[in-house]
């Protein structure tokens, strides 16, 4: 058996660059794991079955990325992997933007890795989940990354910020395809700032040149929901200095200027701190 923390992320910088042949669209994104994550517990079966409890499921168990992950291990590695049961504790919410399905599929590739004795390197991890989603290859890293293609080639970044977050969930849910969907169909003004500059402020832990380059194609998309407005606004007034979408959405993410007031309450959804050291 063994327990691991499935993290969630956030994206610095999201440029959709355009629609791709295959369906899928050309993005280039900086991805950034936060402490925020789920915890997933395996244990190996001798029954060739992936049983997943824990939350309640709003799909049919096969379709659950968990499920996936551990049926791509199956076809490609046969006998060597066996039955699985995946207990998990969910924290991170669904449809947020954080990728939490994702790092659920990664987190499951890692932890076949390890029961199994397969000794995959995480490049092969990577590639492994680039075939279960986009976000799953960065999972499959962690870290701090630039994401190009369809969001599956990943470069990643030696860096670690000294910066802190605030999150904001408001409680809707955004579907990724409407988004896109939506996004094609505006007229997009180029970002004021490259990926560059992004990273150039994260490896120097400068918050107000990274609220000046922060970037988020999706957030054309909302601009105008109660939810985004309002959100960005309640985490401006509690001394963020930039406020910006994750993902597609729905997770607003508040920049703050230095580490937090140590007796500020961490607990409840209003006040979800993370330092990313």
Known sequence: MIRLASPAKINWYLRVIGRRTDGFHDIETIFQEIPLSDEMTFALTEEPLCRI????????????LIHKAWSLMRAEFGAAIPGLNVEVTK??????????GSSNAATTLKALNHLCNLGLDTPTLSRLGARLGSDV???????????????????PL????????????????????????????????????????V????RR????????????????VVADRPWFVDGCAR????????AFLSGSGSTIVGLLPGPPAHDEN?????AMIYNLT
């Open 158 to 197: 030696p860096i670690r910020p000294q910066l802190s977050i605030r999150l904001d969930f408001p409680g809707e849910h955004v579907s990724t395809a409407e988004a896109y969907a939506r996004l094609g169909a505006m007229k997009r003004p180029a970002p004021t700032a490259t990926a560059s500059d």
């Open 53 to 64: 409890a824990g939350f309640e499921a709003t799909l049919p168990a096969e379709q659950n």
């Open 91 to 100: 924290r991170i919410p669904a449809g947020g933007g954080l990728g939490g």
């Open 205 to 220: 832990s400068d918050p107000q040149a990274l609220a000046h380059t922060i970037h988020n194609d999706f957030e054309l």
């Open 235 to 242: 985490l401006k007034s509690r001394g963020c200095l930039r």
């Open 137 to 155: 290859a960065f999972f499959a890293h962690g870290g701090v990354a630039l994401a190009t293609g369809r969001g599956e080639v990943i470069t």
């Open 266 to 270: 961490r607990d409840t959804p209003s």
């Open 199 to 202: 990273i150039d402020a994260l």
